[in-house]
């Protein structure tokens, strides 16, 4: 594997890792007065569904970078989902269900993070809460999206 993609896919292993712990510490108020001496209950559902996204993304790349694909700024998001698409799963190298995930964690981290407008977030699949502890719910089904994509990429490339 390139030392780009290898880059790639240790950077989406880094953002896997990182909203597992924020959603480790957000369901333990124990972890976060104890380990971190938070005075009250805080919730990161919000930045795990960011993180999650990114580990998508990332892995998207490397994978794409392994098959000689680059995508590059502006618009570099929109760019690898399209690769991801065109040159991955309609090729049948990888499975639809890979992209399926990919474009739900694009439309929940566009809603959450404020990519797109307000007229696209009402559009969107996810409907944002403006209580970080709403978001529980789709935070949990981002990680686990999130780790089942990153194993299946890593496998492929490793």
């Given amino acids: 594997m390139s030392d780009e993609a290898e880059l790639h896919l240790q950077r989406a292993e880094n953002e896997l890792v990182a909203a597992q712990m924020l959603f480790d510490v957000s369901s333990n108020p124990t972890l976060q007065k104890e380990q971190f001496k938070l005075e ?5 559902y919000s930045p795990v569904i960011g ?3 990114y580990s998508i993304f990332y892995s998207a790349k490397a994978i794409l970078i392994k098959n000689g694909i680059k995508t590059e700024a502006p618009e570099v998001h929109k760019k ?3 690769a991801f698409e065109k040159y991955l799963v309609s090729t049948g190298k990888l499975d639809m269900e890979l992209l399926n ?3 739900k964690m694009i439309v929940r981290a566009d809603a959450l993070l404020g990519i797109f407008s307000m007229e696209k977030r009402k559009r969107g699949e996810f409907t944002y809460q403006k209580l ?3 978001n529980k719910e789709p935070a949990q089904e981002s990680l686990n ?4 994509f990153f194993k299946n990429i890593n496998k492929i490339l490793r």
Avoid: G, M, R, V
């Avoid at 009250?40 to 990161?44: A, C, G, L």
């Avoid at 999206?145 to 089942?148: E, H, I, L």
């Fill in 145 to 148: 999206n999130a780790s089942f």
């Fill in 51 to 53: 993180h999650s996204y």
């Fill in 132 to 134: 970080p502890q709403a």
């Fill in 80 to 82: 690898t989902l399209e």
């Fill in 40 to 44: 009250k209950d805080f919730t990161f």
């Fill in 101 to 103: 995930i990919y474009q």
